[in-house]
């Protein structure tokens, strides 16, 4: 049976989502290595479990904001939205990007309280909290072992922060790098090197596969 020609996958987002995404990549070649460790930091909880209604832009906020209750939720995307009505919010679902909520923000009902983490890409017009921090974790070594190979290393990037992690390890990479980022703001924020690069057209997972899928069939054509 002929190698499999396909790039290998390095898949940097926490460990979670990067299982979820590996198995949707339906049999590629994945290495998964987070750069990013999610850790709950201070904060006052009684702001959040007082609120009135909360917005999501991250799945890592929700179990600070305590029991949902029937609140709404404004949230970000799908994986946040389903973790909210988990806990018992009532959501409403963006588009996947920060700016998708402010006309839902605008038209809320009640007062809102924003739960992000300290590294924050886009900040939004209603109160913020603080509850986790999104520390920086070396590649392991099995990652940089691909990077020193010559063989192309496809890079999902998933959010602004991932990006800057991420390119501040791979500086002296000699594995030509395939960039396929999420969010024009996470393309923004890569500074490393890079082969290719591409955005995918929404702001997904199914669409970031969409963009590898199409960036792999480009290089055979």
Known sequence: ????????????????????????MQG???VISPVLRIVPVDHD????????????TSA????????????????????????????GFDVTEGAGTAD??????KGASVPLVHPHGRHLAQMLPVPGVVVYDQQAVDL????????????????????PRTATVVAQQVVDARAPLWVVAISDAALR???????????????DAHA???????LWAAEQS
């Open 1 to 24: 049976m002929p190698a499999d020609p396909r790039p290998t996958l390095l898949l940097t987002r926490p460990r979670p989502g990067a299982q979820r995404f590996a198995k949707l």
């Open 28 to 30: 590629w070649r994945c």
């Open 100 to 105: 998708s909520l402010l006309p839902l923000i």
């Open 45 to 56: 909880g009684d702001i959040l479990t007082a609120a009135q209604g909360l917005v999501f």
């Open 140 to 159: 392991t070594g099995k990652a940089q072992r691909l990077l020193v190979d010559d063989a192309p290393v496809i890079l999902p990037i998933f959010s």
């Open 208 to 214: 970031m596969r969409d963009a590898i899928l199409r």
């Open 60 to 87: 890592h906020a929700v179990p600070a904001a305590g029991p949902g209750r029937g609140r709404p939720a404004l949230c970000v995307g799908a994986q946040t939205a389903r973790q909210a009505r988990d806990a």
């Open 189 to 203: 924020n890569w500074s490393g090197p890079a082969q290719h690069t591409i955005v995918a057209d929404r702001p």
